[in-house]
Structures are given as structure tokens and as C-alpha cells.
């Protein structure tokens, strides 16, 4: 992000005017090699092609705020590689995990990730290294620490049915791996701030939270994103979630957390009035069938339909519910930005 961007950000997130609607995207793997024109291996492989996409995105779309900025990633495969998970890679798809965990035994033997040294984390951190001065000279700085969040990456560790039943059925140990790959988390995220002293904000992406009923989330996610987002002191604490989300709503000061990216199947009313008025709400319009899928005009009507459900504009970061997906095109991220700016 520029600094302008950061500190309007900043300025949303505490209440202020900033005078404009802000538009912004998380942008990542499964949008821009498609959308510039390479493979996903070379986008993960080449520091200079990863590096050359993510400063066209910001110069086609300067006054668009993609979120976290210059993400440093290599799929879903980010975190799990420290533990050792074997990788899948796809030219023209994203890359897999393989599970680590084959029984539930495994959990208490699970090793203790090296953030420095582990797996696919050093690249990420040299990624950043060798670009910054570039993404600097354009204006750009690293701004956010990121991860996945901790049900997720246990999901991938010991795949999401297995790691759902254990929740009901071995519940000690499950929250023993919760506990363990939260404690992974916060030095992860930690230590990207140590490296990268301009980071002030936090973003955790995590759709297995939004499968838990209450009580599974007092007891288990509550505790771990808790300390996740307080961690360090962060400006921007940004949680994307874009399975069911009514829960985590609710519960979203409880765990220290004043940004969130939900489910489009979720009314930007709905979600505020269980949010509460001091949070960002990033959203909301269809991310696969209409900001990919669809053509210009439906997505400047899925706009305003989402501004129809709201009286309140403040304190909205006018995205769609997720993440990019593939095959969004320049004229429907425009068609966007047209929309937010017209009298909605």
C-alpha cells in the first residue's frame, strides 16, 4: 500500500471521513498470474515476475487499495510447509498440501516451526527483501504481517473432515494443535515484523471458523485469535472469512479484531448489526458469479444493491465477500470502482 492508502486505511478504520469511498481487493495467487499472463509456478518461482504483476495491478488501478499489498505467498502451501507437508505444484492452479497428521497421536509429536528456517518462510521473507527497495521507489511499502489462521492451517495439516471430527470426538487434542499452531502463528507474523519494521496491520484468513457452531468457537477459536491479533500492537487487525460468518460477527471484539472480510451470501446489514459500528466491514458483492462472471453492468448493480442494505457507509471498505477469484477483468474491476464512486 502507499502511505496515502495507509493512512485513509487508518483513518477508516478510527471513524473519520476521508472524503471518497474507498474501493479495495484482496489479491493474491488465485487472481493475478491469470489476470497478467504467466503461470502460477512462475509467479511463485520468479521474485522479478511476482514482483512486475503486483506493480501493474497498482498502476492500471492507483486509486484501488489491494489488500495486504505485494503478498508474499506461495498458495496454500504457505504454512504448512513448515511442518513439513509435501507440495503439489500446478502450472495453471493452485498448489497443494499433503497432511502430515495421519493420526490423531500425531498431534503431540507435531514439531515446533522455525519461522526463520522452515519450509517455504524463508523464500517469502527474501521475496520481500529483494523487491522492497523496487515496491519502495513506486511508493509502495510492506504494511501488513499475514497468515493463515489456525483452524485452517490444521485443516490442511490433517484434512478438514478429519480435523472437523477431531473437534467433537478427541476435543483435548484438538485444541492441543489449535494451541500449538496458534503459538506458530504469532512468531510468524512476529518475526515478518521484524523483518519489515513498516508492517502495522495484521491479516488472518481463515474459512474453517466459519464452520464451528458457538460453543466450538468460545472454546477453541475465540482463545486463538484473540492472541493472534494481539500479538503486537497493530493499526489495521483484518480477519477474511468468507464461510458462514454470523458467528464470528458477533464475537469479532472479542477477539481483537477491526476489519472484516465476509461472505457475499451475508447482507452488509446483517453483518454490521451483529459487528457492531466500530468495524470495518470489507465487502460485499459476489466474487465468483458476478465480479468474475458477470459482465460490467451487473457488477456496477451488485454494487449498489450491497449499498441498498446499509443506511450507514461509514466505516466500509467496498470489496466483494472473499477473496479476488480467478478471471476478474479490467473492465469489471472498473465497472466497480465507477460504481463506488457514483451516488450510492
Partial sequence: MTTAQWNDLVKLIEGQDIGYRPAGFIIDSPWIPGWYGVSNVRYYASASEWLKANLKACSLFPDVWFLPGFW???????????????????????????KVIRNIEDIQELPVPDVETDGLLPFMIDRLRECEP???????????????????????????????MS?????????????????????????????FPSIEGILVLDDLMGFIGDYEFNEYAIPAFRNIFSCF????????????????????????????NFSFEHSMAEIRSLAGPGVVLVGNIPPRDVMAAGTPSQVKEAVK?????????????WSVGGGMPPGVTNENIKAFTEAVNEDI
Avoid at 72 to 98: D, I, N, V
Wanted: proline share 3%.
Fill in 72 to 98: 508474499s505467498e506461495f498458495g496454500m502451501c504457505t504454512e504448512p510447509s513448515a511442518y513439513g507437508a509435501r507440495m503439489k505444484w500446478m502450472e495453471q492452479s493452485l498448489p497443494h498440501a499433503e
Fill in 233 to 260: 500492537d497493530a493499526k489495521a487487525r483484518f480477519l477474511h472469512n468468507d464461510a458462514q460468518g454470523l458467528i464470528t460477527a458477533r464475537y469479532l471484539k472479542n477477539m481483537n479484531i477491526n476489519m472484516f
Fill in 167 to 195: 473437534l467433537a470426538m478427541n476435543p483435548a487434542e484438538a485444541k492441543l494443535l489449535i494451541e500449538k499452531i496458534t503459538g506458530f502463528v504469532c512468531r510468524w507474523l512476529k518475526y515478518q515484523k521484524e523483518c
Fill in 305 to 317: 444493491k450491497a449499498a441498498s442494505e446499509i443506511n450507514d457507509h461509514s466505516r466500509i471498505l
Fill in 134 to 164: 523496487a515496491m519502495n521507489s513506486e511508493g509502495h511499502q510492506v504494511k501488513f504481517a499475514v497468515s493463515r489462521g489456525p483452524l485452517n492451517i490444521a485443516s490442511f495439516l490433517m484434512g478438514t473432515t478429519e480435523f472437523m
